[in-house]
């Protein structure tokens, strides 16, 4: 069995919070020996819902079980000398240092990274904090509600009267860990320069799933309304439908989905009918179109219909409850469920989705109890970096290149960030079929006046790569693909399985061009078994992933969140899967194929719902804004239209604060309501109470006034609002560029930055127009000749222009 890729590293993990246990799962799941240093009696998270039985009598959080496998505990009290200094000795023996303290905690603490750096600093450290080290909201307390509603991914979902539906939690964690993971883990591989010290805002990070909404607003001028429950983007039908047997996910996009769709349904005579043609007049007509689709749905199961699907290439999936879920044969066929052990406990959760083929992560395993591993001694160990990265030094993945094979939303997304960190990403498309991202209506003026040029969606994702174009259905371009492949490092794609072997280009087929690329593909399903043809749209991955079936009232349907999550999650977990490969790489020289499938990368955000599934053998229950320990906990109406606030009280102390800004001492004083228990017990009298107060106040101040109080409230922001928020604004988020075709506008960044700084990372270029660097690519990498270059210009083989259909027909 070859070594894992990171099993060269130590890693300590300090502090609170499910973001940096993640982070630290997938560093402990590849190989790396992690510590996790716990308060004495162990991580309060430890006693948080749901709770498996380990033995004698004793019972602890499934979840933390699940983020904690494969890893060793040490408890401390970082307050004390002695204790700090122990840890102090530890960290000296380590290559990276994840801190979960929030970034007040850390100045005043006897482990400051200043100090670290200055005695040691050849050790790297990555913070998590919920609002990163700078801006207006870096001492805001948050929960993941909290986090979702000032990141724009509360306010667009739910019924169109409100209250706008609130995520269940775990969702921040996966996305939080993959951000800090990424920059840390590249650090790492470039760590010849110097060890890196990274802060990493978690909120930033759950801006890569609202971007594209602030894009679409951006571009249009404003943000689209709520258009109620599973009314999903702009088109019909979307969401999930009853069935004879299960829910259907559905996401019909294209003239040729909506065709194939009404073939499917045998009603061939809906698809002619001009007022349904467009998506957005079909999504007008929503209403009157579900009472044709909705009864027609029932005639078969949901799995019958998706199976159809998969023949006409339609986006659909199954939407499982969490047994369904886990049952499934395709999921098993990958391996993606193993076992969680904790003291005497045993149970399911979700294996990493990072498919290494020839180094995958550790089918999860045991986890520690808190302390297990005080008497052990951890002997020292050389450290490859002994200082830390001088001022002005490369970013760390400078010398990689990638060959990119993406489109859309996820597989740029993956580029994106290797892009951001240093890595020569050569986007590859073709005049004939650009970036779908660059638009898909290609109607005029598409091709007259350039529309391609100018979606805003294509910037946001493409930005700091360059971009060529070659036809691949000539031989010619073909051929200069396999030789750009030859002298790469990565190659990454994210069509559906069947594409690239129609070419010739299978996974062993690109391996044996050169056998040191690391080969990323992601379908949906991955690239082997029944389902691995399936399209999908990110709607369609949250659908296949469970998560409707726990987020909403059992009142509602499987309800979806309106964003399209699989896109931006599998996009980050394309990229930790990218470095995953070069790091093995670069110890070994071996490349490897890494079969990615994106549902899988969104189990993860259900791992709460399986391990309470698979611990308790009770599948967990739909409870909408409410929450497991929290009371009150919800998204309530503010003074003004459709303004709503997310409050989440998590102790009694934070009670009494609450009643105090309300001005309700009786709500203090009620003997009824002083433990969560007893507000539990009165959560409609509670709630009213909270709207009542909340309906005559704006949701900005009330904000401010909770905050200063010290009890945890969100704005549910607009996607639009995001541009002009003034924390982002603060904290660089957003940069303003200059390109043509597009003219000034703005960027987002990176959920990170490197050492003290204030601001992110300088965009070093904008989104490629197409083809615009074939000349510099061709000529700098493959030694080609102007004349060269112009007969592939002449035979279309390259090109500037897209090229229309009937153009192409022409050729």
């Not at 033995?55 to 602890?60: A, L």
């Not at 904090?129 to 509600?145: C, K, Q, V």
């Not at 990368?601 to 929450?627: D, M, W």
């Amino acid at each position: 069995m070859p070594q894992l890729p990171l099993a060269q590293f130590r890693v300590v993990e300090i502090g609170p919070g499910d973001a940096v246990s993640y982070c630290g799962k997938l560093f402990s799941d590849f190989g790396a020996e992690v510590i996790k240093i716990e308060p004495p009696g162990g991580d309060p998270a430890r006693q948080r819902a749901p709770l498996a039985d380990i033995g004698g009598g004793q019972r602890e959080s499934a979840y933390f079980a699940w983020v904690s496998t494969n890893k060793h505990s040490i408890t401390a009290d970082l307050s004390k000398a002695a204790d700090a200094e122990r840890i102090r000795a530890l960290l000296a023996t380590a290559d990276l240092l994840l801190d979960g303290r929030h970034p007040a905690e850390i100045l005043k603490s006897l482990l400051l990274h200043d100090s670290l750096r200055a005695s040691d600093p050849g050790l790297a450290i990555t913070a998590l904090s919920w609002f990163g080290e700078h801006g207006p909201h870096r001492d805001y307390l948050a929960t993941d509600a909290i986090c979702h509603a000032l990141a724009g991914l509360v306010k667009l979902v739910g019924p169109a009267e409100g209250p706008p539906t609130l995520p269940r939690d775990g969702q921040p964690a996966v996305v939080g860990g993959l951000a800090a993971f990424i920059p840390s883990l590249a650090g790492l591989y470039g760590r010849k320069d110097g060890a890196r010290r990274f802060a990493v805002s978690i909120h930033e990070a759950m801006l890569h799933i609202s971007e594209f909404d602030t894009g679409l607003a951006l571009e249009q001028g404003f943000t689209r309304p709520r258009p109620g429950v599973n009314r999903f983007g702009r088109g019909f039908p979307s969401g999930t439908f009853p069935t004879k047997h299960g829910w259907l996910g559905v996401t019909v996009v294209t003239p040729a989905q909506w065709s194939a769709f009404c073939q499917m349904l045998e009603m061939p005579e809906l698809a002619k009918e001009l007022k349904y043609s467009a998506g957005i007049d079909r999504f007008l007509r929503a209403s009157e179109l579900n009472e044709i689709v909705a009864p027609a749905l029932l005639r078969k199961t949901a799995l019958q219909w998706f199976e159809m699907g998969i023949d006409l290439r339609l986006p659909l999936a199954v939407v499982p409850d969490m047994p369904e879920l886990l049952a499934q044969d395709t999921h098993r066929a990958r391996g993606a469920f193993a076992n969680v052990e904790i003291g005497e406990a045993s149970f399911e959760g979700p294996v990493l989705p990072q498919t290494l083929t020839r180094t995958p992560p550790k089918p999860n395993g045991p986890a520690p109890l808190a302390g297990e591993s005080n008497g052990r001694a951890f002997p020292a160990r050389k450290r490859d970096a002994t200082r830390a990265v001088p001022p002005g030094a490369p970013l760390p993945l400078k010398g990689v290149r990638i060959i990119d094979l993406t489109m859309g939303w996820a597989g740029p997304t993956a580029t994106r960030q290797m892009a951001d960190l240093g890595a020569d990403v050569i986007k590859v498309e073709s005049c004939q079929y650009p970036d779908w991202f660059r638009g898909t209506d290609t109607r005029p003026p598409y091709h007259e006046e350039k529309t391609y040029e100018k979606n805003y969606w294509f910037q946001m994702m493409n930005r700091n790569k360059r971009g060529i174009t070659l036809d691949l259905t000539q031989e010619a371009g073909l051929s200069l693909l396999k030789r750009l492949m030859s002298d790469a490092d990565a190659v990454i794609d994210n069509y559906a399985a069947d594409v690239l072997p129609r070419l010739g280009l299978d996974t062993q087929a690109i391996l044996n061009i050169n056998p040191r690329l690391v080969v990323v593909t992601m379908p949906a399903f991955g690239i082997t078994g029944a389902w691995s043809n399936a399209r999908a749209y990110g709607s369609t991955l949250e659908q296949a992933s469970g998560l409707p079936s726990i987020t909403g009232p059992e009142t509602q349907p499987p309800t979806m969140l309106h964003a399209a999550l699989g896109d931006p999650v599998g996009g980050l977990n394309g990229a930790a899967s990218l470095i995953l490969g070069l790091m093995h790489q670069q110890t070994t020289g071996e490349g490897q194929h890494i079969d990615l499938s994106q549902v899988q990368c969104l189990l993860p955000f259900v791992a709460s719902a399986i391990v309470e599934t698979t611990a308790t053998g009770k599948p967990p229950q739909r409870t909408g804004n409410r929450h497991p320990e929290y009371v009150p906990h919800g998204c309530f109406p503010c003074l003004g239209d459709d303004q709503w606030i997310a409050i989440a009280v998590r102790s009694d102390d934070e009670w009494q604060k609450l009643c105090t800004v309300m001005r309700r001492p009786d709500l203090a004083a009620d003997p009824d309501l002083r433990t969560a228990a007893g507000r539990r017990a009165h959560e409609e009298r509670v709630e009213l109470a909270v709207r009542q107060w909340t309906m005559i106040v704006r949701p900005d101040p009330a904000m401010v006034s909770l905050q200063a109080a010290g009890v945890p409230a969100g704005v549910a922001e607009l996607p639009g609002d995001l541009a002009s928020d003034p924390h982002l604004m603060t904290t660089g988020h957003w940069q303003p560029v200059t390109r043509p075709f597009m003219g000034p506008h703005l960027i987002p960044s990176v959920a990170y930055r490197e050492v003290d700084a204030r601001t992110p990372y300088a965009l070093r270029s904008t989104a490629p127009t197409l083809g615009q660097h074939n000349v510099e690519v061709l000529r700098e990498l493959l030694k080609l000749d102007d004349r060269e270059i112009d007969a592939l210009a002449k035979n279309s083989v390259i090109g500037t222009e897209a090229v229309a259909k009937t153009a192409r027909k022409a050729e």
